[in-house]
């Protein structure tokens, strides 16, 4: 029996409001959805300056402009844009008929390369292919296979919407009134499909009246946590202060900053977290103050039980990230004549950027993600329950799933063709 997501977005209190679910408390939208064969997501290239939706029937525009290019960031929304790139895959491709099989595994090829490290996004098209696979086996009909594969991004994006209430219900189990907490790049509701990762909780807690604040770190290139990070806190009305990358240290001493709850990319098999580049910067800083927890919080979708932390690929994205502010800077001086019409365009010069050191000439490295090592954690709350990162060694992939179906069985008919880790 499919998912009813709109009865299920109706019963945890959202309301649609030009083209968006919002929700009615925090004021948070849904960052993405699926509807009359259509991806729709909150287009965050826009925020904070405006919320609007972005749409697609495309699955290569929907991985490419979608994933690719950030509209949806995060690892469990980025998972389930996948699976729904998925099913626009399915549907562009049920005329292939009995090719269809071969065709969406190039589809899955194709998703899978828009983002190399992100977890989520990886189960996610290997549940829909999963399921595609098992429904063709089954029916040898194109059509079949659509409808599993809509099927399952549906119980994707509802199994998220589910475990994030799991995952804030133990996350406030950490929090309590004054707490000071740190917080790096986006992992928040915006990175999952609603109410996930740090912030998720954060929201949460101060809606039922914890009172919290929170300390944003810009977390350049791409600023995120200026951009994202303040204007969702700010939707919940949660009070922020917005520090710089460099200001660690004395953010902990001005405003006694006593946590830190940083999202998650990926947790691998060793207990080391991959997240957003600057991230274990902060862990190693904290070991400094006897006071200070360091956690992170995501969902279970993000462990990687193969591949050892140190082991995780470190996307490096364009360096036009870092040296477009610089650009837009020397057209900004030359515009009020600070600068002559002579003077060079951008700093460094086009030219002088090389992919290796030598004389005379620049590297840009912009690397997106880190490394916390297991040693740096206090502990990783995840919607099946908070571990050490010395727990998380001893977890297997049945031990994962079954703690997964026990939460959603409470509220979801589980199809026998839905796993949740592969």
């Not at 925090?26 to 965050?44: H, N, R």
């Not at 990358?245 to 004395?250: A, Y």
């Not at 207990?271 to 580049?277: E, H, L, M, R, T």
Request: some cysteine.
């Amino acid at each position: 029996m499919a998912v009813d997501i709109r009865q299920l977005l109706l019963q945890m209190d959202f309301e649609f409001v030009d083209e968006l679910y919002v929700h009615k408390k925090t004021k948070i939208p849904l960052t993405v959805y699926f509807q009359d064969d259509e991806m729709i997501l909150l287009d965050q290239l826009k925020l904070p300056y405006e919320m609007v939706s972005w749409k697609t029937t495309d699955y290569k525009v929907g991985a490419i402009q979608g994933i690719k290019e950030m509209r949806i960031r995060g690892s469990q929304a980025l998972g389930v844009c996948a699976a729904y790139c998925m099913a626009l895959a399915a549907i562009q491709l049920q005329s292939t008929g009995r090719e269809i099989i071969k065709n969406m595994e190039e589809a899955a090829k194709f998703v899978k390369s828009s983002r190399p490290t992100a977890a989520p996004l990886f189960w996610a098209v290997d549940l829909t292919m999963h399921a595609a696979i098992k429904a063709f086996d089954t029916t040898a009909d194109a059509h079949s296979v659509v409808n599993a594969v809509k099927e399952t991004a549906d119980y994707i994006l509802a199994s998220d919407l589910i475990l994030g209430k799991y995952l804030r219900e133990e996350g406030m189990k950490f929090l309590e009134d004054g707490d000071v907490v740190m917080t790096h790049c986006n992992g928040g509701s915006l990175s999952s499909t609603y109410g996930g990762h740090a912030l998720g909780m954060l929201e949460e807690a101060y809606t039922k009246g914890v009172d919290l604040t929170v300390v944003a770190k810009e977390t350049r290139p791409r600023s995120q946590g200026y951009l994202l990070t303040t204007w969702e806190l700010n939707r919940a009305g949660i009070p922020v202060v917005i520090v710089t990358d460099n200001m660690i240290s004395q953010a902990f001493k001005r405003f006694k900053v006593n946590k830190i709850i940083l999202g998650v990319d990926r947790i691998g098999s060793d207990g080391g977290v991959a997240n957003k580049i600057g991230s274990s910067d902060i862990a190693r800083i904290a070991r400094f103050y006897d006071d200070v927890h360091f956690y992170y919080a995501t969902s279970y979708s993000t462990m990687d039980l193969e591949t050892p932390g140190r082991d995780i690929p470190i996307e490096e994205r364009s360096i036009d990230e870092m040296s477009r502010a610089y650009r837009l800077d020397a057209q900004d001086k030359k515009r009020k004549g600070i600068l002559s019409e002579n003077a060079l365009n951008e700093w460094p010069p086009n030219e002088a950027i090389v992919s290796t050191p030598e004389k005379g000439k620049f590297v840009l490295y912009n690397p997106a993600f880190d490394i916390t090592p297991g040693n740096l954690i206090d502990l990783v709350i995840t919607d099946i329950g908070a571990f050490s990162p010395e727990q998380i060694r001893t977890l297997t992939p049945a031990i994962i799933e079954n703690e997964v179906k026990r939460r959603l069985e409470n509220e979801l008919t589980l199809p026998e063709h839905i796993r949740f880790y592969l």
